[in-house]
């Protein structure tokens, strides 16, 4: 059996392994009979598949469950795509969830453990209070959470991965902006997104399959200015305080395109949004060149406007 490793895979490829179904559907073909259209992924990627010629009553596999396929990669639209000849549910012994679920680097304990040494550390009493709170009460979700259904860090204990490495960027940043407040600014970057957990419907496979009807009608920018002063009234915290991060969540992507209904207007809150808006671009170039070859262009990164990447054919660095 094959690790499939879908984003490396081209037409004509014939694959027999392992793969999550992201999405799945039956759908009625225009000659009247039923197939299955689904999304199925590992970690590399995802690839739309076909199943044709599927029987009325057929057991259709769940939403994110292993299935064990045979099948070939055809184009379609300029698209590669999957034609699955043969599927059932995978064996226990036939699974490596590694090979399934795209996860961030490094274990999601120590991230969380990160995010709370720096709440602690803050010199600001009240924005120390209010970031180890908001870490606390979100502690057994974000060990999973994904930052998003698709584009950046939309991986396994994604929204960690994420925060820290805004987190570390600030610290890096801070002596070289000296008239930064460190306390509100780290306070900014550790709640900022913290309610994507309310945004989006995931589980402990940390795959976010859709946004929940509260992320649909609010977003989790509206959510996160919310819950910062629901949490800072239970603790409280002066209303300059609690003013400041809401502020600072609901401004952090600057414009009202993107869903921030003010421009950040003070620096800590400039700094974050370019933290967050960095760190989501490096992800999504990073991700797109791992499967570029150098020398080569990239695939339409739809994180990126549409962009075509350029992986520089440079020796590696010693």
């Known amino acids: 059996m094959q690790k499939i490793n879908l984003a490396y895979r081209r037409k004509d490829d014939a694959i027999d392994g392992v793969l999550l179904v992201k999405t799945v559907d039956v759908r ?17 990627g995802e690839m739309n598949a076909k199943c044709w010629n599927w029987q009325e009553n057929a057991a259709v596999p769940a939403v994110n469950a292993p299935v064990r396929v045979k099948a070939l990669i055809t184009e379609f639209n300029g698209k590669l795509q999957m034609r699955v000849d043969r599927i059932r549910a995978a064996r226990e012994e036939e699974i490596e969830w590694s090979d399934l679920v ?27 209070r209010l970031a180890v709170a908001l870490l606390v009460e979100k502690k057994e979700q974000l060990l999973y ?11 396994r204990s994604g929204l960690l991965h994420h925060t820290t490495t805004m987190l570390r960027a600030a ?3 801070l002596p070289i902006y000296p008239y930064l407040n460190r306390s509100l600014l780290l306070c900014g970057v550790i709640a900022h997104d913290l309610c994507k957990i309310d945004e989006l419907s995931a589980g402990e496979l940390g795959i976010a399959s859709e946004y929940t009807k509260e992320g649909n009608l609010l977003g989790h920018i509206v959510q996160g200015v919310a819950h910062v002063r629901e949490v800072g009234a239970q603790l409280g915290l002066s209303q300059e305080v609690l003013l400041l991060v809401e502020h600072m969540i609901l401004s952090h992507h600057e414009i009202p395109e993107y869903g921030s209904p003010k421009p950040p207007l003070f620096p800590e809150a400039q700094m974050l949004h370019l933290l967050d808006m960095m760190d989501a671009r490096m992800f999504a170039m990073h991700e797109a060149l791992l499967i570029t070859p150098k020398g080569a262009f990239s695939d339409r990164v739809r994180a990126l406007e549409g962009r075509k990447l350029y992986h520089p054919n440079l020796p590696e660095e010693e």
Not at 102 to 118: G, H, I, K, S
Request: proline share 9%; hydrophobic share 40%; charged share 15%.
């Open 145 to 155: 959470w994904p930052a998003a259904v698709s584009f950046h860090h939309a991986e």
């Open 28 to 44: 009625k073909s225009s000659n009247g009979g039923l197939y299955l259209d689904m999304t199925v992924m590992d970690a590399t």
């Open 171 to 173: 610290q890096a940043l």
């Open 102 to 128: 795209p996860t961030a680097p490094r274990a999601p304990q120590e991230m969380y453990d990160e995010l709370v040494a720096c709440a602690r550390s803050l010199g600001n009493p009240e924005l120390s």
